[in-house]
């Protein structure tokens, strides 16, 4: 078997973590590349996608990969998320560290009315 990365072994553990603590909640789950950031709420007892966002807007210029698109991603994805009517959430920042974008999109979201 191979070795993992530092960062699969990261990102491991903290889904594994999450899971254990989740209580039934929906999991706001976090990717970030370079060129942009991703986010989506995940229904992991059914299975499916309950909202996503991104920053990368189609049929526009896209709106990259700093902390201001992080920050609006952040307030779309929980505007989407009370639309579909899930108001707390667990949130998985996927092996990132929690500084820079990811903070900057987990604390939008707070803002927008996330619970987490």
Request: hydrophobic share 45%; proline share 1%; no cysteine.
């Amino acid at each position: 078997m191979a070795k993992l990365s530092l960062f699969a072994r990261r990102r491991l553990r903290v889904r594994t973590a999450l899971k254990a603590r989740s209580g039934g909640r929906p999991r706001l789950s976090i990717h970030r590349s370079g060129r942009h950031i991703y986010a989506q709420i995940i229904d992991d007892a059914q299975g499916h996608t309950v909202a996503a966002a991104s920053s990368m807007v189609t049929g526009q210029k896209s709106i990259g990969a700093n902390i201001d698109a992080a920050a609006k991603v952040g307030a779309e994805i929980a505007e989407k998320a009370k639309a579909a009517g899930v108001t707390t959430v667990v949130f998985d920042r996927g092996g990132f560290l929690f500084h820079g974008r990811v903070k900057a999109l987990a604390d939008a979201a707070r803002a927008g009315g996330l619970e987490f």
